[in-house]
Nanobody, 124 residues
Framework: QVQLVESGGGLVQAGGSLRLSCATS????????VGWFRQAPGKEREFVAG????????VYTDSVKGRFTISRDNAKNTVYLQMNSLKREDTAVYYC?????????????????WGQGTQVTVSS
């Protein structure tokens, strides 16, 4: 059992930055991958970024490459998503999710544990 709690969302102007945090608890010593997903109103939940347990491998969706950075601090049991150069199109509820696996998956259907989400709103 893994519990995930997102934080750090809020209102930011276009071009600004925000750092999301995903605090994990439970079986955090297990090997697992963590992904960030987002869901805008009227749209399907989509993959944003993922990271392996040790942090040596990361994956990003094309729309955020060069702007977002995923990282993790296992000593703090926390995964981060640094979001720079934010655009209006980035507005969504952001979720973190975890898998007990060595690989990163982009499909939300393949993640076992989910946080409650944190709202990110980018204004013009």
């Amino acid at each position: 059992q893994v519990q995930l709690v997102e934080s750090g969302g809020g209102l930011v102007q276009a071009g600004g930055s925000l750092r999301l945090s995903c605090a994990t608890s439970g079986r955090t010593s297990s090997v697992y991958a963590v992904g960030w997903f987002r869901q805008a109103p009227g749209k399907e939940r989509e993959f944003v970024a993922g990271i392996t347990r040790s942090g040596e491998s990361t994956v990003y969706t094309d729309s955020v490459k060069g702007r977002f950075t995923i990282s993790r601090d296992n000593a703090k049991n926390t995964v981060y998503l640094q979001m720079n150069s934010l655009k209006r199109e980035d507005t969504a509820v952001y979720y973190c999710a975890a898998r007990m696996s060595y690989a990163i998956y982009v499909s939300p259907n393949l993640y076992n544990y989910w946080g409650q989400g944190t709202q990110v709103t980018v204004s013009s």
